[in-house]
């Protein structure tokens, strides 16, 4: 099954224009250039951006950690999250305390350039199976086991096109948002 998830992230990343490749390659530079602007310590900054991320569209995303370091800590998503970044940037614990979650650590390590992590989330496993899930089918793909099977997807594909894993998912989710999925999640 792997090798139809592979055709399926090929697919949409061999559609994509050179704008659509450029904008992909650049979006964990351009992630990292926004948690060195929030923080002396990116590591703290990009992981309270990867805590905040879960169900959250990117301008969202960027928007609730601008705010989180602003001091304002309402509304910032799920409560656990924002207890989170609450125990990082008002408690001072050391975020590797805090990050918790296959998701938000492999987001957390892609901002800060970690290419040994692919960020399944949940574009990347619909981009993956080759349509919009809803969330009920999109859990079987979260597990420790099927997310393994994406993950190697992605690095296969990734290993055809010769560019890294997580600019193979950068790509694709550009696309994925671009083309399907604001449609189906908005």
Known sequence: MSAQHTRNILSIYRSATAQDRSEGMSWYREAYALAASLDSDVHRAAAVIAILSPMTS??????????????????????????????????GEDWRNVLKGPKVEAFFANI??????????????????????????????MGKRNRAILTQSYINAAKREKVLPYEMQAVT???????RAVAFHG
């Open 58 to 91: 990117w301008p969202q995303n960027v928007e609730r950690a601008t705010r989180a370091y602003a001091g304002d800590r309402t509304r910032l998503g799920f409560h656990a999250n924002r207890d989170k970044v609450a125990r990082i940037l008002d408690d």
């Open 112 to 141: 800060i350039g970690d290419p040994n992590f692919v960020t399944i989330d949940r574009h990347a496993i619909d981009i993956a199976i080759g349509r919009p899930l809803s969330n009920k089918e999109r859990a079987v793909w």
């Open 173 to 179: 989710w550009v696309m994925w948002r671009k083309n």
